[in-house]
């Protein structure tokens, strides 16, 4: 990874509707390469749908989004191309249940970057021992606990090379037991550098590993800045509304 | 044939020099034992009647005679009677088995010379296997010399299949005839009938089999085929997919039968009988089958894809390596309804004269006026359905037991607007028969 401060994904006036009803209404954000920007707003703010339209996972309406130099909304960019190097991780995990830990990391190594079976099975027992599982690589996603498959769908994003990793509220779906795991993995992570996308419910992963934090509500980008700035200094009274319902909880 | 004609000159050679006044065989025959035709059938009992004329100077001491290799001729069943002219001649003789097919007649006192020799064997069993049958022997004149007495003119022995003659064991038990004595046991279960049918009806069933085995195979690429079409996302493909599945599955496959059977010679086409059965069963399983695997591929849940996809893999990759894997699983209990709606539709091929399970208990059914045939059939039909309802009942329970299922990864938290699809989708996809709508409703995505 390189440090510089070119933005890795820029984000320009985004708008997405789903028929009439218009979920992002022209969204602007910048992503440096190696930095850390968690997506915080209540449910129904559009973070997980603008996280989406950065793998083309929901077609925007209108705007443009650039990973890297390649403009992903542009008609003939090849969007498989630019999945392989973004790595996203699922609120419900998405592993696929028939196989194991090992064959979910494997198969897309082998499938899309053609790597060998060998490689590949290096390469993705690296990435689970990483994730701490290095001894449930023959486990099928059912015998592993939620916490577990969530970290399984890491490791398959990981062994991707990705050079941005997208996380969409990766830790809801878990008991707060498990949840810790998740986390830590994730400012493992985010330790080592990689350039992290984060829409979370998570106010200390926030405050302890952004670098930048973002808080939309409405489809537009209300705040952002550092996590000091938003959390302890919010100009806006919709964020200091947001952050005084999270600390009543 | 050639065999014969150098047993016969062997025989006239060795019969030449001994004696030049030989016996001269006239009949050779046996009564019919038939209730339909005047045949002979071998394998069950019938009278053998054999004649031969002796010379104006030979008197016969002893007569051994050599039935067809097979029969069995009961020594105390064989009346020997002499014939002068129109006069029955009573002759003194005791008669004595040599081995099953082979009698030796002693006379007490020398026959008279120049008499027609008849003896007679009842109850006699002429060889199953039937075929072009004649009686050899021997002779011991008066004087001392031996008579090689040729083979006779054959009879014509209809040959008896091991059932047949299993048959004709039965009809002869008493309990056979008693439990024949009730109308419905007769008209449906009669023994003497299971045991004819059960070698044809087994005949006709591993043809239906291999109808089945033939067309799954095809009908199931088809149906990947039409499915593919079916999911498209180009719409023409889309719409030539749904017009086939809906026309072949809004029609009877006895009409298709029909238009394909009686179509096709009339263009000038000819397909053999099995073949045409084998294409028309592939064509029309095929749609019903897109129809399974189009609801198996959508009850996957909408997570699998965008994990895929978000993998870099393209829609052909993530449908072959990850989608269709898992479908897969789900739809063997469906598959195997398919599969047996199929196996038991081959029937249906009875109507344009293709033999299958059905035409060889029909044709049975005609010459006997009988139902067991019907109900041998129906065994057979079960011996494949049962196993395979019982397996499919056993993985269904499989894919419900949570152990094997797959609940953490599969469940996505709103999968509310695909499960309506589903059921909507699963309940147009199912022939109007009982066993697919239990095996469509068991599909995992369902239950939730």
Redo the contacts between chains.
């Keep these: 990874m390189t440090e510089g401060n070119q933005p890795i994904v820029r984000i320009e006036d985004l708008h997405k509707s789903f028929g009439t009803n218009e979920v992002l209404r022209g969204v602007n954000i910048n992503v440096k390469r190696g930095e850390v920007v968690v997506i915080l707003g209540p449910s129904g703010s559009g973070k997980s749908t603008m996280l989406r339209c950065i ?1 083309l ?1 929901e077609k925007p309406t209108s705007g443009h989004i650039w990973f890297e130099d390649t403009d992903i909304t542009a008609k003939h960019t090849d969007i ?2 630019v ?2 190097h ?3 991780v ?9 196989l194991t830990a090992l064959k979910n990391v494997t ?2 190594q082998v ?3 053609k790597r060998s079976k060998e490689e590949a099975r290096e390469v993705a027992i690296r990435q689970l021992e990483r994730v701490g599982l290095g001894d449930r690589i023959d486990y099928y ?2 015998e ?1 606990s ?1 916490g577990q ?1 969530q970290r399984v ?1 890491i490791a ?2 990981l062994a ?1 090379d990705p050079h941005v990793m997208l996380f969409d509220e990766a830790t809801s ?1 878990l008991d707060p037991e498990l949840v810790r795991g998740v986390l830590d993995v994730m400012k493992d992570l985010a330790r080592q550098g990689m350039t992290m996308i984060v829409v979370t419910h998570e106010m200390g992963f926030a405050r302890d590993v952004a670098d930048h934090v973002v808080f939309m509500d409405g489809g537009v980008v209300v705040e952002e800045g550092t996590p000091e700035e938003v959390f302890d200094h919010p100009k806006s009274e919709r964020t200091k509304k947001f952050l005084g319902d999270i600390k009543l909880k | 044939m050639a065999l014969l004609i150098a047993a016969a000159l062997a025989c006239a050679l060795i019969a030449l020099p001994s004696s030049a006044q030989a016996l001269e065989v006239t009949a050779t025959t046996a009564r019919s034992n038939s209730d339909n035709d005047n045949s002979i059938y071998g394998g069950m009992e019938t009278r053998v009647t054999w004649e031969a004329q002796t010379a104006s100077d030979e008197s016969l001491s002893t007569l051994t005679l050599d039935y067809p290799d097979g029969s069995t001729i009961p020594a105390n069943q064989v009346k020997v009677t002499g014939l002068s002219g129109l006069n029955r001649i009573t002759l003194d003789y005791t008669v004595a088995s040599v081995d099953a097919d082979t009698v030796a007649i002693s006379f007490n006192t020398p026959t008279q010379a120049g008499l027609l020799i008849r003896v007679e064997a009842s109850k006699a069993v002429l060889p199953a296997e039937g075929g072009s049958l004649s009686v050899s022997g021997s002779a011991t004149l008066a004087n001392g010399a031996q008579v090689d007495i040729p083979n006779g003119p054959a009879m014509n022995v209809v040959g008896v299949s091991v059932a047949q003659q299993l048959s004709n064991k039965l009809s002869e038990q008493g309990w056979v005839q008693a439990w024949n004595q009730n109308r419905l046991l007769h008209m449906f279960f009669d023994p003497t009938i299971i045991v004819i049918s059960i070698p044809a009806v087994f005949h006709g069933w591993l043809l239906a089999l291999l109808m089945v085995v033939c067309s799954f195979p095809i009908a199931i690429v088809i149906g990947l085929l039409l499915c593919f079409l079916r999911i498209s996302h180009v719409g023409i493909l889309r719409f030539l997919g749904s017009l086939y599945v809906n026309i072949v599955r809004g029609t009877p496959l006895f009409l298709q039968i029909y238009i394909a059977f009686f179509g096709l010679p009339l263009l000038g086409i000819n397909i053999d009988n099995y073949l045409l059965s084998v294409i028309v069963m592939s064509l029309n399983s095929g749609a019903y089958l897109c129809e399974i695997f189009r609801a198996g591929i959508e009850s996957i ?1 909408k ?2 894809f ?9 829609a052909v ?1 993530t449908m072959f ?2 989608i269709i ?2 479908a897969f ?1 789900r739809v063997i209990p469906t598959m195997t309804s398919e599969f047996i709606l199929l196996y038991k539709d081959t029937s249906l091929f009875a109507a344009v004269g293709v033999m299958e399970m059905v035409m060889f208990a029909r044709s049975i059914t005609a010459t006997t006026g009988n139902m067991t045939p019907y109900i041998v059939a129906a065994l057979f039909y079960l011996l494949v359905t049962l196993p395979l309802t019982k397996f499919i009942n056993i993985f269904e329970k499989r894919l419900a037991d ?12 709103s999968p509310a607007r695909l499960t309506d699809e589903e059921t909507t989708l699963l309940e147009s996809a199912p022939k109007v028969d009982s066993e697919h709508v239990t095996a469509t409703s068991s599909l995992p995505g369902t239950q939730a």
């Design positions: 793998n996972l498989n191309k999945r392989e973004v790595g996203m699922f609120q419900s995990f998405n592993l696929f249940p028939n198969l897309a499938k899309v970057l996603p059912s592993l939620g498959q769908a398959r994003a991707m779906a | 849940s997570g699998q965008e994990a895929a996809r978000s993998l870099g893999m393209n990759q390596f990850v894997p898992q699983r949570p152990s094997h299922g797959h609940k953490r990864g599969g469940s996505t938290p």
